[in-house]
C-alpha cells in the first residue's frame, strides 16, 4: 500500500507551466518576417547589387572626365634665345618684335589638364545595358522568390504551433483522466472491489500520460522558436494561425495557369532567357566601330611653344577593332550555351511548379478528408471513454477496458489535432505554390 501512496504523489505532482511567449497574428508575423529575417536582408541586398551592375554598365555610355596635374623637374634646362635669332636678320632694330625666350626643356613645370570623352555610338555598350538590366530584373524576382519561400515557412511553422497547442491540450486532458481513473481505482481498492494490479496499471498510465505532456510541450517550444527565428529574434513567438476558407472544388488546368503567371521564379527565369539573348547580341555587335568625341583643355607654369600658358583641343575618335585574336567568337559561343542553359532551366522551373501545384491540390484534398475522418473518429472514440467509465462505475467494465478507451481517445485527439494542422499547412502550400500571398 505504501507504493501505490507514492505512485499516487507522483501522478498528483503539477507540471511546470511554460513561459507565456509573446502572441501575434499571422499577418503581422509576415510583416516582421520581411523587415527582420536575415535571409530575406541577404535576398534583397543581392537584388540591390545587380541593380548596381546596370549603373556599372551604363557608364560605357555616359561621358567621363579626367582632370590629370603634375610636377615636372629636368637635370637640365634647354632654351632658345629668339632675340638673338632676330638680330641676325635683316631687320632694322626699331621694327623688331619683342621676343620671348622659347623654352624647349624646362628646369621645372607645373602642369594641370581636364579631358572630356563623349561616346557617341557603342553598338555592343547598348546590348550590355540590356543584359544587365534583364539581371537586375531577374535578381529581384528571385529577391521576391526567396521572401515567398520564407513566408511559406512561417506560414507552416505557425501551423505547425496550433498543431503543437493542440497536442498539449489533449495531453493536458488524458494526464487528467488518467489521473481520476487512479483515484477511483485506489477507491474501488480500499473499498475492497478493486484489485492492487489495476492500481498499478493506473498508475502507470497516469506517468505515461505525463510523459507525453512533456514532450507535446518540447514540441510547442520548439515550434514557437522556429517561428521566432523566422521573424529575426531568438525569443519564441506564439504566431495565430486562423481557420482559412477553402474552396471545395479546384480546376487544375486554371490553376496551373495562375501559377505560370504569378510564381516569381518563373519571371526571374524569362529575364534570365532575356538576359542571354542580349548577351549573345553585344557579341555580335563587338565587330561594329565606336565612334567618340574628346575635348581637353590644360595649363602650365612655363609658356608653350606657342607663347601661351593655357590651351585646349578638340578630337573626333573612330576605333574598329577588325580582329581581336577570335575572342568576340568565343564571347558569343559562351553566350549561346548560356541562352541553352537558361531555357533549359526555364523548362525545368515550369515542370516543377506545375509537379507543386499538382501535389499541393492532391494534399489538400487529402487532408481535407483525413480531417473528416478524423473528426468522426474522435466522435466514437469520446462515446467509447464515456461508456467505459460508466461501465467501470457500474462495474460491467473492467479497468483495461477503460484504460484502452482513454488511449484510443487520446489517439484520437492527436490525429484530429495533426489532420487539422496537415490541412492548414496544405492549404498554406498550395497558395505558395499558385504565387499567392
Given at each position: 500500500m505504501r507504493r501505490f501512496h507514492l505512485l499516487a504523489i507522483v501522478c498528483s505532482l503539477s507540471l511546470p507551466a511554460l513561459a507565456e511567449p509573446r502572441t501575434?497574428?499571422?499577418?503581422?508575423?509576415?510583416?516582421?518576417?520581411?523587415?527582420?529575417?536575415?535571409?530575406?536582408?541577404?535576398?534583397?541586398?543581392?537584388?540591390?547589387?545587380?541593380?548596381?551592375v546596370v549603373r556599372q554598365v551604363q557608364s560605357a555610355l555616359l561621358p567621363g572626365l579626367v582632370a590629370y596635374g603634375g610636377y615636372l623637374h629636368n637635370s637640365d634646362e634647354a632654351k632658345v634665345s629668339m632675340g638673338e635669332i632676330l638680330s641676325k636678320l635683316p631687320i632694322p632694330p626699331a621694327s623688331r618684335p619683342e621676343a620671348p625666350d622659347l623654352v624647349i626643356q624646362p628646369l621645372n613645370q607645373f602642369s594641370a589638364s581636364a579631358a572630356?570623352?563623349?561616346?557617341?555610338?557603342?553598338?555592343?555598350?547598348?546590348?550590355?545595358?540590356?543584359?544587365?538590366?534583364?539581371?537586375?530584373?531577374?535578381?529581384?524576382?528571385?529577391?521576391?522568390?526567396?521572401?515567398?519561400?520564407?513566408?511559406?515557412?512561417?506560414t507552416r511553422t505557425a501551423w505547425l504551433g496550433a498543431t503543437a497547442e493542440e497536442m498539449v491540450a489533449a495531453s493536458m486532458t488524458a494526464l487528467e483522466t488518467a489521473r481520476e481513473h487512479a483515484v477511483a481505482e485506489k477507491r474501488a481498492v480500499d473499498a475492497g472491489t478493486g484489485t492492487p494490479l489495476a492500481v498499478l496499471r493506473a498508475e502507470a498510465e497516469c506517468v505515461r500520460r505525463e510523459s507525453e505532456l512533456l514532450r507535446a510541450r518540447a514540441d510547442l517550444?520548439?515550434?514557437q522558436l522556429a517561428a521566432g527565428v523566422l521573424m529575426g529574434t531568438a525569443e519564441p513567438v506564439r504566431v495565430m494561425a486562423e481557420t482559412p476558407s477553402i474552396p471545395t472544388d479546384f480546376d487544375l488546368p486554371t490553376l496551373l495557369s495562375e501559377a505560370?503567371?504569378?510564381r516569381p521564379e518563373l519571371r526571374a527565369r524569362a529575364l534570365a532567357v532575356e538576359a542571354a539573348q542580349h548577351d549573345i547580341d553585344s557579341a555580335h555587335l563587338?565587330?561594329?566601330?565606336?565612334?567618340?568625341?574628346?575635348a581637353a583643355a590644360f595649363a602650365s607654369s612655363v609658356e608653350l611653344p606657342t607663347g601661351e600658358k593655357t590651351g585646349w583641343k578638340a578630337t573626333v575618335d573612330l576605333s574598329?577593332?577588325?580582329?581581336?585574336?577570335?575572342?568576340?567568337?568565343?564571347?558569343?559561343?559562351?553566350?549561346?550555351?548560356?541562352?541553352?542553359?537558361?531555357?533549359?532551366?526555364?523548362?525545368?522551373?515550369?515542370?516543377?511548379?506545375?509537379?507543386?501545384?499538382?501535389?499541393?491540390?492532391?494534399?489538400?484534398?487529402?487532408?481535407?478528408?483525413r480531417q473528416r475522418m478524423a473528426e468522426k473518429q474522435r466522435e466514437l472514440a469520446q462515446e467509447a471513454a464515456a461508456s467505459a467509465r460508466r461501465g467501470f462505475a457500474a462495474g460491467?467494465?473492467?479497468?483495461?477496458?477503460?484504460?484502452?478507451?482513454?488511449?484510443?481517445?487520446?489517439?484520437?485527439?492527436?490525429?484530429?489535432?495533426?489532420?487539422?494542422?496537415?490541412?492548414?499547412?496544405?492549404?498554406?502550400?498550395?497558395?505558395?505554390?499558385?504565387?499567392?500571398?
Open positions: 501575434i497574428p499571422l499577418a503581422d508575423a509576415l510583416r516582421e518576417l520581411e523587415k527582420n529575417n536575415p535571409a530575406a536582408e541577404r535576398a534583397a541586398d543581392r537584388a540591390r547589387q545587380a541593380q548596381a572630356l570623352r563623349v561616346p557617341l555610338v557603342v553598338p555592343n555598350a547598348w546590348a550590355d545595358v540590356k543584359t544587365a538590366r534583364a539581371n537586375a530584373l531577374a535578381a529581384s524576382e528571385s529577391s521576391g522568390a526567396a521572401l515567398a519561400q520564407l513566408r511559406g515557412a512561417l517550444e520548439r515550434a505560370r503567371n504569378a563587338r565587330i561594329a566601330p565606336q565612334l567618340s568625341a574628346s574598329w577593332q577588325l580582329y581581336d585574336g577570335g575572342w568576340r567568337y568565343a564571347r558569343r559561343h559562351q553566350a549561346e550555351a548560356a541562352l541553352d542553359e537558361a531555357l533549359a532551366a526555364q523548362r525545368e522551373q515550369t515542370l516543377e511548379i506545375e509537379r507543386e501545384v499538382v501535389d499541393a491540390t492532391r494534399d489538400l484534398r487529402v487532408a481535407r478528408e460491467t467494465a473492467s479497468s483495461l477496458d477503460v484504460l484502452d478507451a482513454n488511449d484510443r481517445l487520446f489517439a484520437a485527439d492527436a490525429a484530429l489535432a495533426r489532420e487539422r494542422g496537415a490541412l492548414g499547412a496544405a492549404w498554406a502550400a498550395l497558395r505558395h505554390a499558385l504565387g499567392r500571398p
